[in-house]
């Protein structure tokens, strides 16, 4: 049996990064909304056309046009025990589509991991955030900068150039918080009343101890959900 998680947690809060390591440890799809809009938006598929308006402003897509994406991406066989939402649900309305989505399969999620980390900090972090285009890594120039090559991606094989994302510029940062405070953070609630919400501090930590603490807890789940 797998694990079936969502991420939760303001923009530049660290889940892509423990996404990332979850994922490789324990052998899961790591399924993350804002990485296929990114990458429809570089093919320049009509998906990624209808999104880049609202990835552009630091709004929300549309919950039909992104409800219908990952229910497409979950009936991969690939998902068919357990995966690691990361960037989705994002409003009420997507995380209530995912519980019917998750019921007319016979499933539910296991956790919802809510990583917390204060506004000031979010700000200072993704103004410092670089990724690959290549392999799609993420750094920090201050907290996690690639070992190496300045500003190259460090994952083997890879060598990519880092880039930053045209969202992580100061304006658009802060229109990402406004609407994770309004539309996102509601969901803390959503899942704390089903029992599955578990908070981790994420704020003045390195990725090593916050995914330590990941790691605890995604034992302690994985033996009840077997149990
Ligand atoms: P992220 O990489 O998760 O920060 O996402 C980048 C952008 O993609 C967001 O600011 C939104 O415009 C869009 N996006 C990603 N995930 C979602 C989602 N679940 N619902 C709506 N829009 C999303």
Known sequence: MGLRIVMLGAPGAGKGTQAERIASDWDLPHISTGDIFRKNLKEGTELGIQAKKYMDAGELVPDDVTCTMVAGRLAESDCAEGYILDGFPRSTGQAEALTRLLAERGEGLDIAINISVPDE??????????FCPECGA???????????????????????????RDDDKPETIRQR??????????????????GILTAVNGSHRTPDDIYNDIKTILTQTESGSRT
Do not use: W
């Open 177 to 194: 918080l406004t609407v994770y405070h309004e539309q996102t953070q509601p969901i803390e609630q959503y899942y704390d009343q089903r």
């Open 121 to 130: 900090e979010i700000v200072d972090r993704l103004s410092a955030r670089r």
């Open 138 to 164: 993420i750094f920090n120039m201050k907290f996690n900068p690639p070992k190496g090559e300045p500003n190259t991606c460090d994952r083997p094989g890879c060598n990519g150039t880092l880039v930053q």
